[in-house]
């Protein structure tokens, strides 16, 4: 009886301790979903009011009157779309490469047996801790003539030291005999990579992407120290020259409509995170999986 009746004690004590772990940990998260929240919510109830109403009534969750003419001064200016054509092709190219280069790197340094493996490894590593700066990487970036080049946007930053140690810990995990077995089928090493080790990487690679993605569409230093020619500006940069300055010839606009300058930053900055957030939740579910598994083995 004392025995049982322990064991029940111990068993309402541990519930009372899930409780209180759920409560907290629910406060927290909605605390943080509210700091998020509000303000993604300002910024759309900006983009939609006349500036009267900003000024009058200052923070407010909705909008009490709606004026799209921000939307329509951001969307009348050719320099706007032009940028956002930039963005989505460096997007894109930058994310395929990227992920294409780094699953083929990591393959090979996944195999124990391989010569070396532990002396490249800790050069890449080297890598993610010390560079030679800005000022030689600005050198090096207009002597291969990089320079006003769109490929400055792909090339530094195709292969990550981060991304490529996750990739391989995540191959590490998948086991020899898959490969042992493809390769008594007769199977070569870019099979492998292509049919069986990037197939069962599909939560990592998913993961890692999204990462390189986000990068791309939101990077504009690189626009800003090695690119001077409109035409290749992205439209980060000049939602960054936006919101510096609130001055609608620096985007050369083509419409003689007056908007509020906060109207019309808050509209560009709605028209830039539209992409991203309607990716994220299609990646979302690989985030745990690609992350907990890719970072055990060393």
């Known amino acids: 009886m004392k025995d049982t009746s322990r064991v029940e004690k111990n068993k309402i004590k541990k519930n009372t301790e899930d409780w209180v772990i759920d409560i907290i ?16 919510l300002q910024v759309i109830t900006i983009s939609v009011s006349p500036s009267r ?6 923070f407010h969750l909705y909008p009490k009157e709606f004026d799209f003419s921000g939307y329509k001064t951001i ?12 963005t989505v092709l460096r997007t894109v190219i930058g994310t395929s490469l990227s992920i294409l280069i780094t699953a083929m790197t990591a393959y090979p ?6 010569p070396y493996r532990r002396g490249i490894m800790k050069f890449i590593v080297f890598t993610m801790y010390f560079s030679g700066g800005m000022i030689p990487f600005y050198l090096l970036i207009k002597a ?3 320079y006003n080049n769109f490929l400055v946007y792909i090339i530094p930053g195709m292969l990550s030291a981060y991304n490529l140690i996750i990739v391989r810990n995540y191959y590490m995990n998948i086991p020899d005999t898959l490969e042992e077995s493809a390769r008594i089928d007769g199977a070569g090493n870019w099979r492998i990579l292509f049919q069986i080790m990037m197939p069962l990487s599909k939560p990592v690679l998913a993961t890692v992407s999204l990462w390189v993605a986000v990068y791309h569409w ?4 690189d626009n800003m120290l090695y690119v001077t020619k409109k035409e290749l500006f992205v439209v980060q940069y000049v939602l960054q020259t ?3 300055s609130g001055k609608t010839q620096d985007m050369e606009m083509t419409t003689d409509v007056v908007v509020h300058t906060e109207t019309m930053k ?3 900055l709605i028209l830039t995170l539209i992409p991203i957030v309607c990716v994220y939740p299609f990646i979302q579910k690989y985030f745990v999986k690609g992350i907990m598994v890719g970072s055990v083995k060393g």
């Open 266 to 268: 808050m509209a560009a």
């Open 75 to 86: 969307l009348q200016a050719p320099s706007f779309w032009k940028s956002y054509g930039n």
């Open 144 to 146: 291969i003539g990089l």
């Open 242 to 244: 936006i919101l510096k």
């Open 25 to 40: 940990s629910y406060f927290v998260v909605i605390l943080l979903a509210i700091t998020i929240i509000l303000p993604f």
């Open 218 to 221: 939101n990077a504009w230093t």
């Open 53 to 58: 109403v900003v000024n009058s009534f200052g």
């Open 109 to 114: 340094l996944s195999h124990v047996h391989l």
